[in-house]
């Protein structure tokens, strides 16, 4: 963070905002959008087998898991191409720029290059004919493999923290006579744990991705260029062991693990309000009713 700062500027640890804002308003309206329609489907057979004498009728956890699970995937597939976009942009350096414009200066006129004070700004235009040039409509969905296998990452996460929730709740009630309310501070340390432990899972697979969709510079490191995949994944284990697939892992945790806390924390608060909102209507409703001459 400090090498970003002194050489390139404040402004650089937003790099890919504008894009990641789009990515990440994008993804919530698709995903949700066939989530709906996926689990519309599921309830309906839950429906069906129940009317056969099968089940409850209703969805259950491993059906709900699919359903999400689904619709990530085709979530993923849908807005591959921004996240390709933010990744060039987050990763692009200063120095990557100076090194092809002085590429490109070396064969033009010394009067043109006199005229050149400063690489020109690499924005989100640029990002996208970089990669459309590197590989063409193909380019934009690099890394979506491992992005699919990442799309159990939540689905671990919400396992993990119900499972935690559920185990505290029960302790809870044994050890205080039946009373087995969490607090917020709680809810925001299970969460942690939960995105915590869904991290370190699937960290590998978003080293993989971004190793993918980052820029491979022509005539560069041979080990730092990959066809696939798996090649990615035979290099990195071949050149830089086990903990290359961990790289950068302190600062992605940070970051996950605190926004999973707060999401927690906030919606435990949300429900907890909404229940005592409620209950304070049905109460308002019952007291006026009683009120009423019969």
């Not at 996240?83 to 414009?101: C, F, G, N």
């Not at 193909?138 to 159990?152: A, D, E, Q, R, Y």
Request: proline share 3%; charged share 20%; glycine share 8%.
């Amino acid at each position: 963070m400090c090498q970003v700062v002194k050489h390139e500027g404040w402004g650089r640890l937003y790099g890919g905002l504008t894009p990641s804002l789009v990515g990440t308003a994008a993804s919530q309206g698709v995903y949700y959008y066939f989530y709906q329609i996926f689990r519309s489907q599921a309830e309906a057979d839950a429906l069906d087998r129940w009317k056969k004498g099968i089940g409850d009728g209703s969805v259950g956890m491993f059906s709900s898991l699919a359903v999400a699970a689904l619709a990530g995937c085709v979530n993923v597939l849908f807005t591959n191409p921004i996240w390709v976009v933010v990744t060039r942009m987050q990763t692009h350096t200063k120095a990557s720029t100076e090194t092809r414009l002085n590429r490109n200066l070396s064969i033009v006129p010394d009067e043109t290059i006199l005229a050149v004070v400063e690489p020109p700004p690499y924005g989100t235009s640029h990002a996208v004919q970089e990669v459309y040039d590197e590989a063409g409509l193909w380019g934009f969905w690099k890394g979506v493999f491992p992005t699919l296998i990442m799309v159990s990452n939540p689905s671990i996460q919400f396992m993990l923290y119900e499972t935690l929730l559920k185990k505290l709740k029960a302790r809870r009630a044994s050890s205080k006579k039946g009373n087995d309310a969490v607090t917020a501070l709680e809810i925001f340390l299970l969460g942690a744990v939960a995105k915590l432990g869904a991290t370190v899972v699937t960290y590998p697979l978003l080293v993989v991705k971004s190793r993918l969709q980052a820029k491979q510079v022509t005539g560069g490191d041979k080990k730092l260029h990959y066809k696939g995949m798996f090649d990615a994944i035979v290099k990195m284990i071949h050149y830089e062991g086990l903990s290359g697939f961990y790289k950068g892992m302190s600062t992605k945790i940070v970051q996950s693990v605190l926004a999973a806390a707060v999401l927690f924390m906030v919606k435990e608060e949300l429900v907890k309000g909404a229940r005592m909102l409620v209950k304070r209507n049905t109460t308002r409703v019952v007291n006026v009713a009683r009120s009423k001459p019969l």
